[in-house]
């Protein structure tokens, strides 16, 4: 997310292809210096609904600062429309470069989490953004952000062979499945790793 947050200061630098060229180099590094390992990649977030998150506090007022390509231009902009599709192509760039065979081994994987693809803020009501979910800052979660985050991925990793489900928003977890402790797709051994990238 923060390439997404820097695109418009350098369009080469932050651009979706660079994101994929240190991906790519820091997942073979992974797959070539350590065995038995699956890592699960989260799907970046569709970042234009965080727009919406205001605060009357200092860390909202700086957002603008070191999010600036994302929260200063206005509504119906070019410069907004370039970023929300440049926004889509780091997904789809993402998701070609893992559902692609390039990350699997016998003992090493990479999957793919999408259930954040479509995800949308938690609302109120009233139609407002659940600040609840959301540091001072107003990008970062707060822990109740992060339990919901951890949730979907939960529920969502047993699930493998391209049924992952897509969650509207962070906030409709409401519980972990326990069925997954089960699942087959779970089942390493003591040596295996599981390790979680969120690219955001």
Known sequence: ???????????????????????????????????????????ILTMNPLREVKKPNLGCILQKSFCSCLVLPDENTTELAELVEVNLRFQRKLEELLNSDRFFKEDFAVVLQPYLTHAKPPRLADGTID???????????????????????????????????????????????????KSPSLRLNDSWLLFVVFPF
């Open 131 to 181: 600040l609840s979910f959301f540091t001072p800052d107003c990008f970062h979660f707060t822990i109740k952000g992060h339990e919901e985050l951890a949730k979907g991925l939960w529920n969502n990793m047993p699930q493998g062979g391209g049924r992952e489900r897509f969650a509207p928003r962070p906030a409709l977890q409401p519980s972990v499945h326990l069925g997954a402790v």
């Open 1 to 43: 997310m923060n390439d997404i947050c820097d695109y418009c200061k350098d369009k080469t630098v932050y651009s979706p292809d660079s994101f994929i060229d240190y991906l790519t180099e820091s997942l073979e590094m992974m797959m070539n210096e350590v065995p038995r390992m699956i890592v699960n990649v989260v799907q």
